[in-house]
């Protein structure tokens, strides 16, 4: 059984960065500990909040972990569809009892990734990740000299070759499976509704394009699966909502809940909650808001977010963002180390069968 790339961990698992406060350090410090990769997410926090959960995720664990970042948005923002929406989105403010943002979320784009880069080179971490982008070839080489394993979130075979163009140590390959945001490089609202690419062709069609050590993500929560895609030329996989349900995920207990129950059947991709497409459970407000939200991220997030805590505060799930991949139904509740050790055991177990029925290709 093989390790993370550049062996960053025991086992080939890696804890995907769920931004929001899933992803906080007790439970990237317990995938660490238990031999996988555990990641931060750096989005939607300050600089200085994210340097406190580095530093705290540093005193549980002395084993490599990684920090995600948003890479800054730059596509043009229609301000009289922000403005359309928020007027959209005025009957749930007034059933919330809260306003919806109105400073100048116009030219809030950039997340702080300036300040958490200058950070992350000052006082470096194992591995970084980027998301929504590439970074320019001289962050990866500053990145290289600090010690640094630098990965760029893919999910397409252009954005492939162009992060390795740029310098990227290593890929993340995302495919439409995955739960929570997109991570293109572009968000083109001329294909909204059209299928995405699913994870194991894209892996496939990844690996013949460039020679970069491959993460697969999307949907994955069983060893089996994580054994189909290492045999399709990954070296490790990504896993989030698997993870989402374990008692160190920081993610709300209500969101935790709704990922096995029956209300919520299936997950769809929207814009509703931040304006670029996310992956997430179908409900109320998805049905009733999705199709009015406009390409607008993060503007819509910073809109939506006092909505959606409201809504957290009342106990509605209706109206949270549920961020989820495909595999939802199949999440298990148990200690982040625990289901690292399980999902181990059945990759080996999956290994094993395939060595099995096919000695020579598993050789």
């Given at each position: 059984m093989s390790s993370a790339p550049n062996g960053l961990s025991r086992y080939p698992i890696v804890q995907a960065p769920m931004a929001g406060g899933a992803s906080c350090p007790p439970l990237a410090a317990a995938v660490c500990e238990a031999g996988g990769l555990g990641f931060l997410a750096g989005g939607y926090k300050t600089a200085d909040g994210m340097y406190?959960?580095?530093?705290?995720?540093?005193?549980?664990?002395?084993?490599?972990?990684?920090?995600?970042?948003?890479m800054p948005q730059t596509g043009y923002v229609d301000p009289a569809a922000v403005e359309a929406y928020r007027g959209q989105l005025?009957?749930?403010?007034?059933?919330?009892?809260?306003?919806?943002?109105?400073?100048?979320?116009?030219?809030?784009?950039?997340?702080?990734?300036d300040a958490k880069l200058a950070i992350l080179l000052d006082d470096p971490v194992p591995v970084v990740s980027f998301t929504f982008g590439c970074p320019a070839p001289a962050v990866f080489t500053r990145l290289r000299n600090a010690g640094t394993y630098g990965i760029v979130t893919v999910t397409s075979v252009d954005e492939a070759r162009a992060a390795q163009e740029a310098g990227a140590d290593a890929l993340c390959v995302q495919g439409v499976e995955a739960g929570g945001h997109q991570g293109t490089h572009r968000d083109d609202p001329q294909i909204d509704?059209?299928?995405?690419?699913?994870?194991?062709?894209?892996?496939?069609?990844?690996?013949?394009?460039?020679?970069?050590?491959?993460?697969?993500?999307?949907?994955l929560m069983r060893g089996a699966q994580i054994a189909a895609l290492l045999a399709a030329g990954a070296e490790a996989a990504q896993l989030g909502t698997a993870f989402l349900a374990c008692p160190e995920s920081g993610a709300h207990p209500l969101h935790k809940k709704a990922l096995t129950d029956p209300l919520f059947a299936h997950t769809e991709l929207t814009r509703a909650f931040s304006g670029r497409p996310a992956r997430g459970l179908v409900n109320r407000f998805m049905r009733e808001h999705g199709p009015y939200a406009p390409a607008a991220y993060p503007q819509i997030h910073h809109m939506t977010s006092g909505l959606r805590k409201a809504a957290a505060a009342a106990g509605d799930p209706q109206g949270m963002s549920l961020w989820a991949g495909q595999g939802h139904r199949m999440?298990?509740?148990?200690?982040?180390?625990?289901?690292?050790?399980?999902?181990?055991?059945?990759?080996?177990?999956?290994?094993?069968?395939?060595?099995?029925?096919h000695p020579r290709r598993a050789s």
């Open positions: 406190q959960e580095i530093k705290q995720t540093r005193g549980l664990t002395r084993r490599p972990f990684g920090v995600n970042l948003f005025a009957g749930e403010a007034s059933w919330y009892e809260v306003s919806l943002a109105e400073e100048d979320i116009i030219g809030t784009c950039d997340d702080g990734y509704g059209t299928a995405g690419v699913g994870l194991l062709a894209l892996v496939t069609q990844v690996r013949e394009a460039v020679t970069l050590p491959l993460i697969a993500s999307g949907g999440a298990r509740t148990m200690p982040a180390g625990d289901l690292v050790e399980l999902l181990t055991a059945e990759l080996a177990e999956a290994q094993s069968t395939l060595k099995m029925l």
